[in-house]
């Protein structure tokens, strides 16, 4: 089931093929819960370990790819929804462009949210993009650039594998800056952020006397609950 115990002079530990095999082999050590692991320094190792936290003494875990893909896919699903909901309410509205500045506008948001979405995309790809951040796009135009870009998100997280998620990307930001980070970094960050300026969306529609949408992620995961 496990490999033997091995001694260090710091840590005791426990490995197995997998995480499951090595929980076992913690419980046939009498150690059953975290704590336990954290005051005796034990590690607990499964076959596919690559992170390591902490200092002093280490916490070693194992992440499910299928786990990891399909929240992924959830949050991508959750994002393609949300936008259109936010763009039929405008369209339906009527809204078009404001001279108020962009954090007040509802439509140049919702272009922004769709111009970012293909920004990070383009960032992945390694291809120029061809919006700008702060894109002039209508309402319809910008839900049409979000659909697409959800569509190519999803495919990326469906068909890349663990390695296609931990891939590292280097890019550079709008300030000049240089950074890298993981595809499942930015596919992450990517749907919070819309998810950050639909509220602001949110905000103005319901100062102006309008009733937004309700695009919280647990409404979407219960949408099919809802009559």
């Known amino acids: 089931m496990h490999d033997a115990l091995r001694q260090d002079a710091d840590v005791r530990i426990l490995v197995g093929r997998d ?3 090595a929980s076992h082999a913690a419980r046939e050590q009498g150690e ?3 704590r336990n692991f954290l005051e005796r320094r034990i590690i607990v190792a499964g076959g596919d370990v690559h992170r390591q936290t902490m200092r002093g003494f280490f916490c070693l875990c194992q992440t499910e790819p299928t786990a990891m893909t399909d929240s992924l896919l959830d949050m991508i699903a959750h994002m393609r929804w949300a936008d259109t909901l936010v763009a039929d309410t405008l369209i339906a509205g009527k809204a078009r462009r404001s001279r108020q500045p962009p954090s007040e506008d509802p439509v140049a948001l919702l272009a922004h949210i769709a111009a970012a979405e293909h920004l990070w995309y383009a960032r992945i790809a390694g291809v120029t993009p061809i919006h700008a951040v702060w894109p002039d796009l209508s ?3 910008a839900r049409d650039v ?4 959800a569509d190519q998100f999803t495919q990326l997280v469906a068909r890349g594998g663990e390695s296609g998620l ?5 890019y550079r930001n709008s300030a000049g800056r240089d950074f890298q980070n993981s595809v499942r970094d930015i596919v992450t960050h990517v749907t919070l952020h ?3 300026h639909r509220g602001q969306i949110a905000r103005i529609i319901r100062a102006s006397g309008g009733d937004p949408p309700y695009t919280d992620y647990i409404q979407f995961m219960r949408r099919d609950q809802i009559t």
Do not use: K, N, Q
């Open 194 to 196: 819309g998810s950050y």
């Open 32 to 34: 059953d819960r975290a």
């Open 139 to 141: 309402p319809s135009e």
């Open 166 to 170: 931990t891939r590292i990307v280097s």
């Open 19 to 21: 995480l499951r095999a």
């Open 146 to 149: 979000a659909t697409a870009h």
